[in-house]
């Protein structure tokens, strides 16, 4: 309930309202397919044209970029509630990151049906493989956030480092770019990034049709960091919690 009304709450008093939520994702891609399609002249990728390559790839971004920005600034956001003793403080990453996914959900609907419109027909077991990597971006972004949204009341500039941060993120993860261009013994390193795997993840579900088995090691390796990651902000959300009303 409390995602829904952070969702709803957004667009307020907009004439539009949430068709805000669509547009600005929609602007970026079409500005991003103008510059590499005609300006820099980018041809199709492995025979699919280049603006559904695009997509599949900015897709899942938007939404780690979107949980990973607000879900940082949940508590400072939602003070009220974490003074409230009886409140657990803990849901409120969650809360933002279950509202930036009622965004990404409904805009994967847009794309499924721009790609039916270009002949490429996705099929049932890979839809059921995109929801698996839709799931691993929100474990992803969930153990990022424990950590960014605790320090943050402590250290208010990591707001403004992780706004700059993401804008440097996107473009050290192959996105926009093939990781074949980079020499191949230095392709491991892209890798373990683990938005690699999930934006990845993404293009063999819609374009490549190669389903995860077929990444076995890949995919034990991502969920070791991702428990890592949550073990570790999980213990440092815990131990700064008891400070966090004293200094909201």
């Not at 996914?101 to 995109?130: A, D, E, K």
């Not at 261009?181 to 819609?206: E, F, M, T």
Request: hydrophobic share 55%; glycine share 4%; with cysteine.
């Amino acid at each position: 309930n409390l995602s829904k009304n952070d969702f709803k709450v957004r667009y307020v008093g907009s004439y539009l309202g949430v068709f805000w939520a669509f547009i600005n994702p929609l602007v970026t891609i079409l500005l991003y397919w103008i510059v590499f399609q005609f300006a820099f002249k980018s041809r199709d990728v492995d025979g699919f044209p280049f603006v559904l390559w695009l997509i599949s790839g900015l897709v899942p971004w938007f939404l780690i970029q979107d949980a990973i920005i607000n879900g940082t600034n949940a508590l400072l956001e939602y003070a009220y509630l974490v003074k409230k003793v009886l409140f657990k403080v803990s849901v409120l990453p969650a809360i933002k990151i279950l509202s930036a996914s009622f965004v990404h959900l409904m805009f994967m609907m847009i794309v499924i049906v721009i790609f039916v419109c270009m002949g490429y027909y996705p099929s049932i077991f890979y839809m059921i493989q995109l929801l698996y990597y839709f799931v691993c971006t929100l474990f992803f972004t969930l153990a990022i956030t424990y950590v960014t949204s605790a320090v943050v009341l402590f250290i208010r500039d990591l707001g403004q480092f992780i706004s700059v941060f993401m804008q440097v993120f996107m473009w050290a993860s192959p996105i926009m770019w093939r990781i074949d261009i980079i020499p191949h013994k230095y392709q491991w390193i892209v890798k373990l990034n683990p938005a690699y795997y999930i934006v990845n993840g993404y293009r063999d579900s819609l374009l490549y049709h190669i389903d995860v088995f077929q990444h076995i090691a890949h995919t034990f390796y991502f969920w070791t960091i991702i428990i890592c990651l949550l073990i570790l902000g999980s213990n440092i959300f815990s131990k700064l919690r008891p400070h966090f009303a004293d200094v909201l």
